[in-house]
């Protein structure tokens, strides 16, 4: 396991730090999922029919283009119901249960935490989910629906969940060379409860808010007691207020910040680096499972 020159890459110190530790944050970023087969965000899967990914995340685009935003958030939501969680899902939620003082932050909206049973008292997803729903006319309308799978979600959006029969071509909705249906605002789901709004996905777009109240809930929790250890995890401390959190909860001489990442030295160089942080380089899917087997036991991915 490498790691920067600033940072431990210590397994035997980690772990003493580890067992010693009872208030545990977590903050998750879009690499946790790569080991799951979903492309990150801001990464080399950026690009979705030649449409820059975070351009198509505002409320601006969805109001200029439903239809074409709505593909692009049906097609994410078809590739994480065909993905499964990965062990280091499956670490976090077990480290969650044998450590009451854990918190996990996560970025990602994907809905693996929550697939690998992750308590839902001990879990805060700071962007918002796929498989949640509300109105457009929010704040006004205040219908959501918490949690919806449907695959298609509308006929419109079929092409989204269309399998890929020939593996040698792209998929036809990831094709730039092929045009895409025009897909007209009365074809998308509408509120069921004003029924002039359209319904859009629960997740936070650039340029929105956060969830106060759980904003809330975090803040209480950090400034509640000192934390032991902070666990950055797949993501590169860029997008606020995510990438404050650690620092926020860092108590001089206590805290141990420990980077988990595929490229950690441009991940770490966004942080403060202080004596006693850890930094491991590589899949968290690989190395989360090993570095929390002393609290957690041997802890495997199910089948499914």
Known sequence: MAASKAAYSSVSLFHEKLLRSNRILAICGAGLSAASGLPTFRGAGGLWRNHNAVELATPEAFEADPGLVWLFYAYRRHMA???????AHYALAELARKKP?????TQNVDNLHVRAQHPSEQLSLLHGSLFALKCSNAPGCKWTDPYNTADPLCPA???AAEKNTDP???LPLLDPSKPLADIKPDELPHCPECETGLVRPGV????????EGMLDEIDEWIEKEPVDMVLVIGTSSFVYPAAGYAERARTEGRTAVVT???ELGSAQGRNKIEEGDFGFEGDAAVLLPELLKPVIGEVEAPLE
């Open 168 to 170: 040698t071509k792209p």
């Open 157 to 159: 959006l079929a092409p």
């Open 204 to 211: 936070v777009w650039f340029g929105e808010p956060l969830d």
């Open 260 to 262: 988990v990442n595929l």
């Open 101 to 105: 003082g854990f918190r996990c932050l």
């Open 81 to 87: 119901l065909e993905a499964n969680p990965n062990p």
